[in-house]
């Protein structure tokens, strides 16, 4: 008999033990049923209608099955799963091996990370006159611990030898910025979750994810080496290259639901860790209800976050958007072209090309032409 995971490791085995819930048979009926709401919904500031539009590529997933033995999920066709870790450290990554930048990932620990420079050195200095290493002694330092700092962090996490023994394929989410984030309900004392919308890069290409994180302390600093440290956990990402993002999020999401675990391994990691578990026991959300948490985030989101996520992506490529009054039609340069061609406009065919209006959500969220290319 198998039951729906728990959406944090940490949680994930207790929940299930007890009183987790089915799956919920009906969601992935519903998700099929649904055409994919777009960011263009509600009635636009600036209507326009371009002449030869470009459009964005059709996107297209279908999900599989795959069973890992103790665990299974519906998966997108084609892509590699890659779990790691057992029990509370359990984690997996399902990763398109044509798209590194589409993935899901979930990680039920990450750490230990720490909280202060100082600690760090304390237990550099330690290790220098003879002590044992720590084997967190290359972690970052997340300060302060929020959930976005942890995730802008994760980079220098995915580098470390211990991320690199417990999963070597371990997602680097460089130059990760943030869109948005709002605060989620967090179990553990003195700790935060939070749902986060960002951009990161990755080979000189721009992503888009949804993320679900926590943070919490875990020793509090004492002067002495092995304490100030904190930890990450209930680990959730879903990412795509940001053209596509919008199209794949709801698949991928209806993905991150569907994981289930044997009531087997779930009785066998209690037996193990019951002590770990027994303070966690009301907490547990299943990952099927933070894949729906993240979606209605997703769908709740202030339309201004669109238009922010274009301006950062312009920002990480060196980019800058023009378009045509006469035409609606978008176009997008490297950083300075405007300021050169403002002083030779007339010396071009399409010599009427301007900013984008600061709000015009439309405009904003139209695919854009390569200007050098289309530029007479």
């Known amino acids: 008999m198998r039951r729906n995971l728990p959406s944090t490791a940490l949680l994930l085995i207790l929940c299930l ?56 999920i519906e998966k997108p066709k084609g892509w590699q799963v890659i779990p790691a870790g057992a029990c509370a450290t359990f984690a997996f990554l399902i990763r398109d091996p044509s798209q590194p930048l589409r993935q899901i ?18 237990d ?36 470390t030898n211990i991320a690199r023994q417990f999963m070597p394929q371990c997602p680097r989410l ?9 605060p989620q309900p967090c179990f553990l004392p003195g700790g935060q979750t939070a749902l986060i919308r960002a951009l990161f890069t990755r080979e000189g290409m721009v992503g888009e994810g ?10 509090p600093s004492t002067g002495g ?12 990402g879903i990412s795509a290259p940001k053209n596509e993002f919008a199209q794949v999020k709801s698949v991928l999401l209806r993905s991150v639901g ?43 989101r ?35 072209f405007y300021d050169q061609y403002q002083i030779r406009q007339n010396e071009y065919e399409m010599n009427n090309l301007q900013p984008l209006p600061e709000n015009s959500y439309d405009l904003w969220t139209a695919p854009p032409l390569d200007g050098s290319a289309h530029l007479r």
């Open 17 to 72: 033990a007890i009183s987790c819930q089915g799956q919920r048979q009906d969601q992935a009926q519903q998700e099929g049923q649904s055409q994919e709401k777009t960011a263009s919904e509600g009635a636009p500031s600036e209507k326009a209608t371009p002449q030869k539009a470009a459009s964005r590529p059709k996107i297209s997933l279908e999900l599989e099955s795959f069973d890992g033995g103790f665990f299974s």
């Open 105 to 122: 990932f979930f990680f039920g620990e990450v750490g230990p990370i720490y909280l202060s420079q100082q600690q760090k050195q304390v």
């Open 124 to 159: 550099r200095q330690y290790v220098s006159m003879g002590g044992y290493p720590s084997p967190w002694m290359d972690m970052p330092v997340v300060n302060p611990l929020t959930p976005q700092n942890f995730l802008a962090q994760f980079h220098l996490i995915a580098r």
């Open 174 to 182: 460089e130059n990760f910025r943030v869109i948005s984030a709002s």
């Open 210 to 219: 949804l993320f679900m994180a926590g943070v919490a302390p875990l020793l």
């Open 225 to 236: 080496p092995g304490g100030g440290i904190g930890q990450g956990f209930h680990v959730i």
């Open 258 to 300: 569907s994981y289930t675990i044997s009531q087997s391994y779930v009785n066998d990691c209690l037996r193990q860790q019951q002590t770990a578990y027994e303070g966690l026991l009301k907490a547990g959300k299943t990952l099927s209800e933070s894949s729906d948490l993240i979606m209605q985030g997703w769908e709740n």
């Open 302 to 336: 202030n339309r201004t976050e669109d238009i922010l996520s274009e301006k950062t992506s312009d920002a990480i490529l060196g980019r800058e958007r023009l378009y045509d009054p006469g035409t609606g039609q978008v176009y997008e340069f490297e950083n300075g």
